[in-house]
C-alpha cells in the first residue's frame, strides 16, 4: 500500500434520513481497508431525529479503533450543495469522497476505489459508474435525466480531456489536498448545484502544471422510490444542472 495513504473522509449530507442513518454509518465504520475512516456527516436542518441519531451513533462508538467521527449541522435546510462544502472543508483525510445517507449506494464498492489509489497513486480522482447494464432502473424518466446530463457535461469536458460515463453520480472520490482546494472555490448555492462544479473543476484543476486523472469505476446501485424519499426532481434539478454545467464551465474560473 502507498504509505501516504492513511485516512479516508466519507463525507455524509443527511436530510430526514433517520430511518437509514444507521445502516449507512455501520456499513461505512466497518468498510475493511486498511485506512483510518473519518466520518463526517452533515444534517442539513433534519426534523425527524437525524442529528439525534447520528450523534448518538458517534457517541456510542466514540475510541473505535480506527474510527472517527464529526457530526455536523446546517442551522436551517440548506441543501446538498452547503453541506458537501461545509464536509468537504472540515475533513482531513488523503482521500475524500461523497456518500448519501440513503441506501441507493453500497458502501462495500468504496473498497474498490482505495484499492485503484493504491495500486496506481497516479490517479488523482474517481468517479462511479451506475450505467454499466447491471444497475436498476425504477424510474426512466430518471435514467434519461442522467444520460442526458452526462451528454451534456462532456461536450465541455472532452475539451480537457476528459470523457464521463456518469457525472451525476454520489460516489466521487478524490485526493484529499486536491478536494479541499477545490472545494474553496466552489460558488454554487443551489441544492444540487455542487455536482456540476466539482466536475468542471476538476477537468480544469492543474497539479504542477499537469492535468488531473481520472478514472471510474462501475458500481451497484438501487434507486429509491419516490414513497421512500428520493427528493430529487427531474425537470427542476435538471434545468438546475444544465444552467450549472454552463455556468462552470463557460463563467467561472478556478
Known amino acids: 500500500m502507498d504509505k501516504k495513504f492513511r485516512k479516508l473522509s466519507v463525507i455524509i449530507p443527511a436530510y430526514n434520513e433517520s430511518k437509514t442513518i444507521v445502516e449507512i454509518l455501520d456499513a461505512v465504520s466497518n468498510l475493511r481497508i486498511n485506512l483510518v475512516k473519518e466520518i463526517v456527516v452533515i444534517d442539513d ?38 453541506s458537501v462544502k461545509k464536509g468537504i472543508a472540515e475533513s482531513t483525510g488523503d482521500l475524500v469522497v461523497i456518500q448519501d445517507a440513503d441506501l441507493e449506494y453500497e458502501p462495500k464498492d468504496l ?13 488523482d480522482f474517481i468517479y462511479g459508474n451506475r450505467f454499466h447494464g447491471k444497475s436498476e432502473i425504477i424510474y426512466q424518466r430518471y435514467y434519461f435525466g442522467n444520460r442526458f446530463i452526462t451528454i451534456f457535461t462532456n461536450l465541455f469536458t472532452r475539451f480537457r480531456g476528459v470523457r464521463f460515463s456518469d457525472v451525476q453520480v454520489c460516489y466521487k472520490m478524490a485526493k ?47 434507486p429509491r422510490s419516490l414513497e421512500e424519499g428520493k427528493k430529487i426532481q427531474v425537470f427542476r434539478d435538471g434545468f438546475n444542472a444544465v444552467y450549472e454545467i454552463v455556468r462552470c464551465n463557460l463563467f467561472i474560473r478556478m
Open 176 to 222: 484529499g489536498d486536491i478536494f479541499r482546494d477545490i472545494n474553496k472555490t466552489i460558488t454554487s448555492e443551489g441544492f444540487f448545484g455542487v455536482d456540476p462544479e466539482i466536475t468542471a473543476k476538476f477537468c480544469r484543476y492543474k497539479k504542477d502544471g499537469k492535468k488531473l486523472k481520472y478514472h471510474e469505476i462501475p458500481i451497484i446501485y438501487r
Open 111 to 123: 473498497v474498490k476505489f482505495v484499492e485503484a489509489f493504491e495500486k496506481n497513486p497516479e490517479i
Open 45 to 82: 436542518g433534519s426534523k425527524d431525529g437525524t442529528l439525534e441519531i447520528a450523534q448518538n451513533y458517534a457517541q456510542q462508538n466514540r475510541g473505535r479503533p480506527g474510527v472517527e467521527f464529526k457530526i455536523l449541522k446546517n442551522s436551517k435546510n440548506s441543501g446538498k450543495t452547503k
